[in-house]
């Protein structure tokens, strides 16, 4: 008797393993909408990268405003002005799913008006190494927009390719709101 349970286990464990999965067919509109998911993840990922990039150059910005506003003799009302500038850039910054070429070159305005600014405080003789450190980083944050804003639109391209190229069958699996092509940085024809 416990040698046929043990079998009969045995068996039911060999059967259960040796199932092959269902194979997709990928013209499905599952497997569409399955790609669909990848590819905006891909998206959300850049997205986010370069968004964590401008954060920390905003971080570093109020870091040399405070900076600043601690040396003897700093001009404490530009400073406060520069920091509420600073300040408002976040609320300034383009969104994902809106952005608009006059939006982002607005904010791409702001952001190097308050560098440049920025800049002249803290190349002035007697700026200490902390606030020429971070300056240097801002730099280098400032030197990546270009290229995370390339990967991005790489991302959104492919996104919204394959959701043109197969919009038909991704109507019938996904709500209506999220079929919509992603707004790019590159200018449009």
């Known amino acids: ?3 046929t349970v043990w079998l009969a286990l045995l068996l039911a464990a060999f059967t259960a393993c040796n199932r092959t999965p ?3 067919d990928p013209a499905s509109a599952s497997a569409a909408k399955a790609q669909l998911s990848v590819l905006r993840d891909s998206v959300d990922v850049r997205w986010t990268q370069m968004m964590a990039s401008d954060d920390a150059k905003l971080v570093a910005t109020a870091q040399i405003l405070n900076e600043l506003e601690r040396s003897p003799g700093a001009n404490q009302p530009q ?3 520069l920091s509420r500038a600073n300040d408002r850039l976040k ?10 070429s006059a939006q982002i070159d607005r ?3 702001a952001q190097d008006s308050l560098l440049t ?3 002249g405080l803290a190349t002035a003789p007697g700026a200490s190494t902390t606030v020429q450190n971070t300056l240097e980083t801002i730099g280098q ?3 990546q927009v270009v290229g995370y804003r390339v990967q991005y639109d790489r991302a959104a391209k492919q996104f919204n390719n ?5 919009e038909n069958q991704l109507r019938s699996q996904t709500a209506s709101g999220t079929l919509a092509p992603l707004p790019l940085f590159e200018l449009q024809e």
Request: glycine share 4%; proline share 0%; hydrophobic share 35%.
């Open 91 to 100: 609320a300034l910054r383009y969104q994902q799913l809106t952005m608009q």
């Open 79 to 81: 400073l406060q002005q």
């Open 162 to 166: 394959y959701l043109k190229l197969h």
């Open 107 to 109: 904010y791409d305005s």
């Open 141 to 143: 944050y400032d030197g």
């Open 22 to 24: 269902k194979a997709v």
């Open 1 to 3: 008797m416990k040698n």
């Open 117 to 119: 600014a920025l800049r």
